[in-house]
C-alpha cells in the first residue's frame, strides 16, 4: 500500500494516542491496524508516530511561531497532529516538502473542518522555507 494510506493510518494512531483515557503504547496502537491493513509499510507509521511522539515538544515550537496569533494547544486535535506529522517529516525525511504538504493537506480534508485545509498548507509552506 502508498504511503497516503500509512500516513493516514499513522494520522489515526497518533488520535488514539492523544485520548485521555488510553494507556495505549505506540507499539499496541499500532497492533491494531496490521490485521485490517497487512500491506502497509508499518516501519514507516512506526517512525512517524514513534517520531512525533519523542519531538514533540520541538515539533511544537517550530510550528507555533508560524501559527500567527494562535497556540498550538488551541488548535483542533487533528489539526495539530496533522501539522506534527508533516513537521517532523519535513524535517526529518528525504521526502519532497510538496509531497508532505499535499498530503497533510489531503488528511485535513478528509478529518478537519472544511477550509482548514487552507491554514495547513499555509503553516506549512512557512515552516519549509
Same mark, same amino acid.
Given at each position: #500500500? $502508498? ?10 494512531? /497518533?488520535?488514539?494516542?492523544? #485520548? ?5 503504547t505506540?507499539?499496541?496502537?499500532? &497492533?491494531?491496524?496490521?490485521? +485490517?491493513?497487512?500491506? /502497509? ?9 514513534? *517520531? ?16 500567527? +496569533?494562535? $497556540?498550538?494547544?488551541? /488548535?483542533?486535535? @487533528? ?13 526529518? @525525511? ?7 504538504i ?9 478529518? $478537519?473542518?472544511? +477550509? ?5 498548507? *499555509?503553516?506549512? $509552506? &512557512?515552516?519549509k &522555507?
Amino acid at each position: #500500500m $502508498s504511503r497516503k494510506e500509512a500516513r493516514k493510518q499513522a494520522f489515526q494512531t /497518533l488520535f488514539q494516542l492523544e #485520548m485521555k483515557d488510553t494507556d495505549l503504547t505506540i507499539n499496541e496502537a499500532i &497492533n491494531f491496524i496490521k490485521d +485490517d491493513y497487512p500491506d /502497509l509499510d508499518f516501519d514507516f507509521i512506526h517512525w512517524l508516530v514513534t *517520531g512525533v511522539k519523542d519531538h514533540e515538544p520541538v515539533l511544537d515550537e517550530t510550528i507555533e511561531p508560524k501559527l500567527k +496569533d494562535w $497556540s498550538i494547544q488551541r /488548535l483542533l486535535k @487533528s489539526d495539530r497532529i496533522i501539522l506534527r506529522m508533516a513537521t517532523f517529516e519535513l524535517l526529518h @525525511s528525504e521526502t519532497p516538502p510538496k509531497v508532505i504538504i499535499n498530503e497533510a493537506v489531503e488528511l485535513t480534508k478528509q478529518f $478537519s473542518d472544511d +477550509d482548514h485545509y487552507k491554514f495547513i498548507n *499555509g503553516v506549512l $509552506s &512557512n515552516i519549509k &522555507n
